[in-house]
């Protein structure tokens, strides 16, 4: 995401990890409802990120196989990418690029500088071209109406979006933390206290979308950003959607998939506390309680909800994980009530009001030198040039964004 963003790329900002740090088992996906009955599928699949730079797979294959992340190279005096200026003037006219802070094929995220309030943003920006071809232009449109919508201290916030003849920009405010990903691999597991502090935040963040028939349906430890402060910022909207009763895309990351998503029997925003629950294990674990290279497996140990239980594991936070990672949804911890994980032992102790004020001390605090500090984030090749803000060409896809 991803501010910036995490884990795949698609709604805010997404930035790619390492190879050697990669090790989800299968690559998120969004497909057209249908039963999963196959390792091969005949529809094509996305990695969708924070950012919704997405990374096409053809078949549901491991992510060490399907996922190529971008060529990271270490810092270098390399110039800033010239934007051409136009002769009709265009909203990136107002920004000056710094550096990229994540790539895909979609597009890429960039570090800005608005030259009128001096201020530092991350824009996004995403071919049309190949948003189109991908079939993503629903899923950029609905990220672009949600997060147009809503307001928290634990979400993202957008600033603006627009287009020009060949591109789409959300610029976003600019997460300097990086993802809780990173830092859960660096620190190979959280105690719970640290775990408690996190899922927290995420739960109301979650509580807040969930109370506008939001569901988000990608939490992962990619899609959750820190900010200065060492506070989450959930990004990557792509996959949030409207659901006042159930729906039907399969979508998300196949680790965090809740069971009735690969029955494709329809779902509803009960899907997030599954997620939660696979966000918390791997917290506290170090890895998600759902782990194949081969999809099929991994979709068959979900079902079965074949969770491997480490004995130093308190006895209360396994009773909320095995609340939380129920396979029947109207059984789940959080189904009837989020006042029923709220309330959870694991949790006693824990002022939610103290923690919407942002009041709890944070666990993590990142160590940033100044409002344009970027090294949290990996150092990608600059282009020679970046053509941005062409508006003198015809553009056969500007009708299909029309709120840009």
Not at 15 to 27: A, G, M, T, W
Not at 116 to 137: C, G
Not at 202 to 215: G, P, S
Not at 317 to 323: E, M, S
């Amino acid at each position: 995401m991803d501010s910036i963003i995490t884990r795949g790329v698609e709604s805010i900002l997404h930035f790619p990890r390492s190879k050697k740090e990669h090790k989800r088992s299968v690559p998120r996906i969004s497909i057209p409802f249908s039963p999963i009955r196959s390792r091969s599928s005949s529809r094509s699949t996305s990695i969708i990120s924070n950012l919704s730079l997405e990374d096409d797979a053809s078949s549901l294959k491991s992510r060490a196989t399907d996922y190529t992340p971008p060529t990271s190279v270490p810092p270098s005096p390399i110039a800033s990418p010239i934007v051409k200026p136009t002769r009709q003037s265009n909203p990136i006219d107002n920004y000056t690029i710094k550096r990229t802070l994540g790539t895909g094929c979609l597009g890429r995220v960039h570090l800005a500088q608005n030259r009128l309030d001096n201020r530092y943003y991350a824009i996004k920006t995403m071919d049309k071209h190949n948003v189109v071809q991908k079939r993503q232009t629903d899923h950029i449109n609905n990220e672009r109406s949600i997060l147009h919508g809503v307001s928290h201290p634990f979400l993202v916030n957008l600033i603006e979006t627009f287009q020009d003849d060949s591109h789409l920009f959300f610029v976003m405010e600019y997460v300097q933390g990086g993802e809780l990903f990173r830092i859960l691999r660096e620190h190979k597991r959280f105690n719970e206290k640290t775990a408690r502090f996190f899922a927290a935040e995420v739960i109301l963040a979650l509580e807040y979308l969930h109370e506008r028939d939001i569901a988000y349906r990608d939490i992962k430890p990619e899609n959750i950003l820190l900010d200065a402060d060492g506070h989450i910022k959930i990004v990557d909207f792509g996959f949030a959607k409207k659901v006042s009763d159930v729906t039907w895309t399969v979508c998300g990351t196949p680790d965090y998939f809740a069971p009735e998503i690969i029955k494709s029997k329809g779902y509803s925003k009960a899907v997030d506390w599954w997620s939660l629950g696979v966000l918390i294990y791997e917290m506290l674990v170090g890895r998600p309680p759902f782990e194949d290279k081969h999809p099929i497996e991994l979709y068959q140990k979900i079902l079965e909800c074949r969770v491997p239980w480490p004995e130093d594991m308190s006895p209360e936070a396994k009773d909320l994980l095995q609340g939380l990672l129920t396979p029947d949804p109207e059984k789940r911890l959080g189904h009837h009530s989020i006042d029923d994980i709220k309330s959870h032992p694991f949790f006693q102790g824990l002022d939610f009001e103290q923690v919407l004020k942002r009041n709890i001390e944070p666990p993590f605090r990142p160590e940033i030198s100044s409002a344009s500090d970027t090294s949290c984030f990996a150092r990608f090749e600059e282009p020679a040039e970046v053509t941005y803000g062409q508006m003198r060409f015809a553009d056969p896809y500007r009708s299909q964004f029309p709120d840009f």
